[in-house]
């Protein structure tokens, strides 16, 4: 929360002059929000959330360039400034759920329409990679398999400065949530293999470039865009098996998860081979991600170039 009293989020991005990123905003800003959304009835505290975006879309020039280039390829038009503002406040929007979840609000994940693979594997106890994206209600996602499924989970994330909503969060689930933090490209490896070691499931987030070790480009928003390809090469080594997710607002007090069919490896294939089916999951997957993007634009928090 800024001085104006807007939510911000590590989706919207800020760096200092040190190696750790950090969430723009002062730091009692998530306290606020927390503090807010406790003494306010949602009739004033949702048109104040609405009223501080407006200062984010004015105060953070480079977020709201990105922001218009990215809506103006899913809209198809040039945007104009109240969509800038939904975007940005979907951001806001995804934030105060996931403290009103660390706050003890019930909320639960369902799967979507199709992912009966996806709950295949959540009802066999066995270990996997899973694909994660900035979309929607995605960052629950991860815990909510911690306190809803009971999975043991390993979350590879930026270790990032003034984010009390992942601390929080943490906090609530305990011992089932690990996290991995990856702030330096040399760590990415011995953190990773930690992790693949462990036995638990391992969640990467597969579409920001700039910390995979690993990225090839894919079709996406109908051009070439460059996506992190670490996840399969981990598949691979660790013999296990990779499934793409998001998660997305549905009812009230709940999201639901959208996940891929399963990427198996096979046991004695050829690695180019296995390569080639591995993008082919990948790409297929992203199709789906672009046709719910372009029904639900502002679902995307990614605010980085595409």
């Known amino acids: 929360m800024d001085r104006a009293g807007v939510a911000h989020d590590p989706h919207l991005g800020m760096s200092t002059g040190s190696n750790q990123p950090r969430n723009p905003g002062p730091s009692w800003g998530f306290q606020a929000v927390r503090h807010c959304g406790r003494l306010l009835p949602e009739a004033v505290f949702a048109p104040l959330r609405s009223a501080g975006t407006w200062v984010a879309v004015l105060a953070m020039p480079g977020q709201r360039a990105q922001s218009r280039a990215y809506l103006r390829v899913v809209l198809g038009r040039e945007p104009r400034l109240r969509d800038v503002h939904r975007h940005f406040l979907a951001v806001c929007e995804a934030l105060v759920l996931r403290l009103r979840v660390a706050d003890g609000l019930p909320h639960r994940c369902v799967l979507a329409p199709g992912c009966e693979e996806f709950g295949a594997w959540l009802a066999s106890g066995k270990p996997a990679f899973l694909g994660t994206f900035h979309i929607g209600n995605s960052d629950l996602t991860g815990f909510m398999l911690a306190g809803q499924a009971r999975r043991k989970v390993h979350l590879v994330r930026l270790r990032v400065g ?145």
Not at 186 to 195: I, P, R, T, V
């Open 162 to 306: 003034n984010s009390h909503d992942t601390d929080a969060l943490a906090a609530r689930f305990g011992e089932l949530l690990r996290f991995v933090w990856v702030n330096e490209p040399s760590e990415m490896l011995f953190a990773l293999k930690e992790a693949g070691l462990s036995g638990d499931t391992v969640a990467l987030q597969c579409d920001r470039p700039d910390h995979s070790s690993r990225n090839e480009s894919f079709e996406f928003l109908g051009g070439q865009r460059r996506f992190p390809f670490t996840i399969y090469h981990l598949a691979l080594i660790f013999d296990r098996p990779v499934i793409l997710t998001f998660g997305t607002p549905s009812a009230p007090g709940e999201s639901a998860v959208v996940a891929s069919p399963v990427f198996e490896p096979l046991k004695g294939e050829d690695r180019r081979r296995a390569l080639v089916r591995a993008r082919a999951h990948f790409q297929d997957f992203l199709r789906n991600v672009d046709a719910y993007l372009r029904d639900n634009p502002y679902q995307w928090l990614n605010f980085q170039p595409l």
